[in-house]
């Protein structure tokens, strides 16, 4: 069963406008959560992670990401986009963390107009 | 501070072919993963090793894959032989293995091409 799922695959947005991306995961228990962004020929590198606490979690390059437990959901949000925001943005979480293994959605790819 | 550096960056061969990828993770980071991403998909996780053990390898492909990291630093992932369905980005990750240090840094990845 998918654990993670990223309902939209790709986005368009204008640059200067807000963007929200969509993650729900599939779990009993409140998972670890991790959005990273891939920009083309690049690793992954991680925005923002959220572990426990404050649901409201701040991420470098200006994104955040809230974690809504009725709603089993962890969308990343930016106020203004900029072009360089353009790649692909995946939503991760560990199952089992004895396993430490991440599982990823299949990835939103967000395209910026000027 | 380097990070995780994956070589090949890009690797076209032959069906039946061996193969070898190799990463070497980020100094002091005890875990290292490796991933394998097909196009339009998230990376899947193929192998985690703590230090030179092979702690989860359920997702390992035995019968062509294999893998190894000696003396706990640099790892290599091996295909033998290679098949069509093989071609997809390795991604080579490493973490600091600590109780709830779950943040992974990646490498670039090897784009394998199996024609």
């Known amino acids: 069963a998918q654990s993670v799922t990223q309902p939209d695959i790709h986005i368009t947005v204008s640059e200067g406008a807000s963007l929200e991306l969509r993650c729900n995961y599939s779990y009993g228990a409140t998972p670890y959560l991790f959005w990273y962004v891939q920009s083309p020929g690049q690793g992954l590198q991680l925005l923002l992670k959220y572990f426990s606490g404050d649901t409201l979690v701040q991420g470098i390059k200006g994104f955040e990401a809230e974690f809504k437990r009725s709603q089993s959901s962890f969308n990343l949000r930016k106020p203004s986009v900029h072009w360089s925001d353009a790649a692909e943005y995946f939503c991760?979480?560990?199952?089992?963390?004895?396993?430490?293994?991440?599982?990823f959605g299949s990835g939103t790819r967000l395209q910026v107009q000027p | 501070e380097a990070g995780v550096v994956q070589s090949p960056r890009y690797k076209i061969i032959e069906k039946k072919q061996p193969v070898a990828f190799w990463c070497n993770p980020i100094s002091g980071h005890n875990t290292l993963y490796w991933y394998l991403q097909n196009l339009g998909q998230g990376p899947e996780l193929l192998i985690r090793?703590?230090?030179?053990?092979?702690?989860?390898d359920s997702q390992l492909p035995k019968d062509r894959f294999s893998a190894e990291r000696l003396k706990g630093v640099d790892s290599t992932l091996k295909i033998q032989p290679a098949e069509l369905g093989d071609s997809a980005v390795y991604l080579c990750?490493?973490?600091?293995?600590?109780?709830?240090?779950?943040?992974?840094?990646f490498g670039p990845g090897t784009r394998l091409t199996v024609t």
């Open positions: 991760a979480v560990v199952r089992d963390t004895g396993r430490r293994a991440l599982t």
């Open positions: 990750a490493s973490s600091l293995g600590q109780a709830f240090s779950y943040e992974q840094y």
């Open positions: 090793y703590e230090n030179e053990e092979a702690v989860d």
